[in-house]
């Protein structure tokens, strides 16, 4: 069934802290705060014009959620917890960060019909976090996703690429450690300097410097492997090119493309047939059409770099998660992993 999310930003509201790379006006898109008028007035809205036998969702996002005053957030969640009474939305989703979680919150949380908190992670290196102002020791990250899943709450963790202090070590080390919290979804930001935000300072100062759009595909492409790998659906890669973040003006720097997410998944595809190709010096790739743009690369790069040893031929028998090369069948994972010595038997066929 197809799922839908009805969005309600909560700007920046609640949430006393300053976290170098943030300002969350500008990156939602909205300055004002909401009234419980609103949000029924947008839950309304959507379900005028939504199929009516699909998954819905209320999300809340932007901001601190579980940072605003309890009686807000109940406020709040009262008003969508009448909707999913009466069977009209499903469930709720909402962001904050992993210190502003504890059993009373996650209590509250579940009697309210919340199905899925996702924690603004950012960075598992302590001091990534604290040259970035996120003030709270690590032990909170693993408290909060410990509490977030025995309540049976989907669990998100939200990383970011980049952070002042970090390297393609600490980011992927922080990787690691995501997989061992067992989350069900994960998003992945390359870092991006946004207008008035204290990074902009530190970055017109020389004191940052952004990651390229080079870097920042081949650190996430080792995260992106890593986290798909161990079946963590990663839901988004790159920032959401909203309306603002599309205006330059906004962005001051940083590897900031619209299609960030396919130009990841295309240098993964490339990393694994150029091995093969090394070793065959041939590439009659056999693929399901859907897979063909992710194989070609955004503005068919990988056909460029890949040369005329890259011949594709369409066959929708193949599944999704499998690709042919030289006759050899490999699942999706063994393209993550780049294993290429021991392709899987033709159950992906
Ligand atoms: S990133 Fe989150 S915690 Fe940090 S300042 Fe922005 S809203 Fe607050």
């Not at 870092?191 to 940052?208: C, H, N, Q």
């Not at 205006?247 to 960030?260: C, M, Y």
Request: glycine share 6%; charged share 30%.
């Amino acid at each position: 069934m197809k799922h839908y999310n009805i969005p309600i930003f909560i700007s920046h509201f609640g949430c006393p802290n300053d976290c170098v790379f943030c300002n969350q006006k500008k990156i939602n898109g909205r300055e004002t705060d909401v009234t419980t008028e609103d949000i029924k007035s947008i839950i309304e809205t959507y379900l005028k014009t939504l199929p009516k036998k699909s998954k819905k969702e209320v999300a809340f996002f932007g901001g601190t959620f579980t940072g605003i005053s309890i009686k807000l957030q109940e406020e709040y969640l009262a008003v969508v917890y009448e909707y999913i009474k009466k069977g009209f939305v499903d469930g709720i989703r909402l962001s904050t960060r992993p210190d502003y979680i504890n059993k009373e919150i996650v209590d509250m949380l579940k009697k309210y019909g919340v199905t899925t908190v996702e924690l603004g992670v950012q960075s598992l290196d302590e001091q990534v976090l604290i040259q970035t102002h996120r003030f709270y020791p690590m032990e909170k990250v693993y408290i909060a996703s410990r509490l977030i899943k025995e309540a049976g709450i989907e669990l998100g963790i939200q990383l970011m690429l980049g952070l002042p202090g970090s390297s393609d070590e600490s980011d992927f080390l922080s990787a690691i450690k995501t997989v061992e919290l067992k989350p069900d979804i994960a998003r992945i930001y390359p870092t991006l300097v946004i207008k008035e935000t204290e990074m902009a300072d530190m970055f017109k100062k020389g004191r940052y410097i952004p990651l390229s759009l080079n870097e920042a595909i081949k650190r996430c492409k080792k995260i992106y492997s890593l986290l798909d790998y161990n079946n963590i659906n990663i839901v988004r890669v790159g920032l959401q090119p909203t309306e603002e973040l599309n205006d330059n003006e906004n962005v001051l720097g940083g590897p900031f493309h619209p299609a960030f997410r396919e130009l990841v998944v295309g240098e993964i595809y490339y990393d694994f047939l150029k091995k093969i190709n090394d070793i065959e010096e041939k590439l009659e790739v056999e693929t399901n059409e859907r897979n063909v743009s992710k194989i070609v690369g955004i503005n068919k790069i990988n056909r460029e770099k890949l040369g005329k040893n890259l011949k594709i031929k369409i066959n929708n028998t193949m599944k999704i998660d499998a690709i042919k090369v030289n006759e050899k069948i490999y699942s999706w994972k063994q393209v993550l992993r780049g294993e290429i010595d021991e392709p899987s038997n033709n159950k992906y066929q």
